[in-house]
């Protein structure tokens, strides 16, 4: 049975992380590590962690209490440099992995070949109380797992957390991988980089329950429209602008990647949220890597006028001549 480590983290989740540690004891898989880090908790978060360490002191357990807050992803990498399994079980302190969940994603991962660096499944959302949310899965039905070289299929779109993962330590030190606190959506930026060189293997079982807090800083960056142009879309660009410089020019990845830019360059120009500054500094960034005139002129028109005006001329422009040709 190969050793699976689990890191765990708490920031002011006082009032979840008793039944998330539980979900972690309850695991029919017995061979395991739990590495829980607080992040510096305001709440008694650490009273209860301790308790919770004492009353089950037959548990492999290692506590990492920040003196000062940090952030999740400093916390992560902290965690990372102190585990010693084989596989990796990523859980925030107020959700809850199902009770076969590390047991069967061992199994599978045990069935594939080397080339495999992580197995996925689907999750519920949970609200505060823990009652469901609107649907029993987070995948839809017409959702078709993807399972190989998915890069291609994440690069399009996020659709699984890490913690409905599991995955192999030694391809995230093969990456050299470490968490950025720059980049707001850890998850997404940690599958760009490990399905850029392993596959992943997916599953429709539903293997963790998500919780929604209303309150939280996640929440609202994704739910406030002022904050997802202000601050998630920037990040978004970063991030996607950061990978494609890993990727050669003009292959189908560097065109996809650059198609995410493109239509996040828009939709921030079309909200109205970043300063001109900002808008520049991003235009100047796709000027540089611009594979067309079409392109070229998009960067062109927010530069000097701060909106799409030039770029929509140029292919009104463009379609009018086609049109004319067609005739």
Known sequence: MPLVSIIATCYNQ?????????????????????????DCSTD???????????KNNHLNCYFIKNEKNIGVSNTLNKALKVISGKYLQLLALDDVILPQKIENQVMIFESLDESYALVYGDMMSIDEIGNTIVDDSYFKA????????IFHEIIKVFFFYNQTALIKIEAIKKIGFQFDKHYISEDWLFQLRLSKYFKMYGTK???????????????????????FYNVVM??????????????????QSWILIWNNLQNYLTSLVASHSLSRI??????VLLFCKSRTIADFMMCLSIIIYGDLCLYQSYIKFKNSILHKKAI
């Not at 900002?278 to 235009?283: A, C, E, G, P």
């Open 205 to 227: 079982d539903i293997v963790t329950k998500y919780r929604i807090v209303q309150t939280s800083i996640t929440r609202q960056n994704w739910t406030e429209e002022k904050k």
């Open 14 to 38: 006082a009032r979840f992380v008793e039944e998330s540690l539980d979900s972690i004891k309850n695991q029919t898989y017995s061979n395991i590590e739990i590495i829980i880090t607080d």
């Open 234 to 251: 920037p990040s978004y660009f970063t991030m996607f602008y950061f990978i494609l410089r890993y990727e050669k020019r003009n292959t």
């Open 142 to 149: 017409s959702f078709s797992c993807y399972s190989g070289n």
């Open 44 to 54: 008694n978060s650490v009273e209860i962690i301790e308790n919770w360490i004492k």
């Open 278 to 283: 900002k808008l520049i500094r991003f235009s």
